[in-house]
């Protein structure tokens, strides 16, 4: 059982809108800013499209973006690409741990 | 650009030691962070520690008592060392460099991965 907790699955079609939650406590996504998101495709390494709640990388889409509200992050991308399908982690800092969430595998209908 | 690259054998027998090696390219080591993560289908993705020039290794609670994490910048690599493994400890391992917030107090995110080597734990 993950430390962080997100849906193990959600789906849209492509040019909708999903959110991906991540709920922590008020020791971890309560507390820091230090929340990111990494998405996986298979049998790739995961990538960091948002840092620190709502921060993109260079050259991450701006159809990613982020959000905090209590202990519970967000994920929302916009406009739904067949591309966007792969796996989505949170992680945040927790004082002496590094927390990731569980996962959750976005299906482009 | 900075390169990752996992090495170390796929099959470790259960009770011996596990022995990982990442080689870093395209930066300079001792000015960064640099972390062991490993992947499990049933645990998802999990923080091992991670290691600087700076200070002293951070591990993970729940696995200090079996881990060694070590860095030699002379060969621009680090290494991890996972002691009396079972096989709840099979899983692709990565590595990842950590980058540190603006204050340089916390660890942030991880900005860069290697592509990740699968390890078996079996007799």
Redesign the interface.
């Known amino acids: 059982q993950?430390a962080l907790t997100q849906p193990p699955s959600v789906s849209g079609s492509p040019g909708q809108s999903i959110t991906i939650s991540c709920t922590g406590t008020r020791n971890d996504v309560g507390t820091?800013i230090?929340v990111?998101w990494?998405q996986q495709h298979p049998g790739?390494?995961?990538?960091?499209i948002i840092?620190?709640v709502s921060e993109r990388?260079s050259g991450v889409s701006n159809r990613f973006s982020g959000s905090k509200s209590g202990n519970t992050a967000s994920l929302t991308i916009s406009g739904l690409q067949a591309e966007d399908e792969a796996d989505y982690?949170c992680?945040s800092?927790a004082g002496?741990?590094?927390?990731?969430?569980?996962?959750t595998k976005l299906t482009v209908l | 650009q900075v390169q990752l690259q996992e090495s170390g054998p796929g099959l470790v027998r259960p009770s011996e030691t596990l022995s990982l090696t990442c080689t870093v390219s395209g930066t300079f080591m001792s000015t960064h962070y640099w972390s062991w993560i490993r992947q499990t289908p049933g645990?998802?993705?999990?923080?091992i520690g991670h290691i600087s020039n700076s200070e002293s290794p951070?591990y993970?609670?729940s696995l200090e008592s079996r881990i060694t994490i070590s860095l030699d910048t002379s060969k621009n690599q680090f290494s991890l060392k996972l002691r009396s493994v079972t096989a709840a400890d099979s899983a692709v391992y990565?590595c990842a460099r950590l980058?540190y917030?603006s204050t340089g107090r916390?660890?942030?995110?991880?900005?860069s991965?290697?592509?990740?080597t699968l390890v078996t734990v079996s007799s």
Request: aromatic share 28%; hydrophobic share 30%.
């Open positions: 993950s820091y230090l990111s990494y790739k390494a995961p990538k960091v840092f620190d990388p982690y992680y800092f002496r741990r590094m927390l990731f969430g569980g996962g | 645990k998802g993705l999990e923080w951070k993970s609670p990565f980058h917030d916390f660890p942030d995110y991880f900005d991965w290697g592509q990740g």
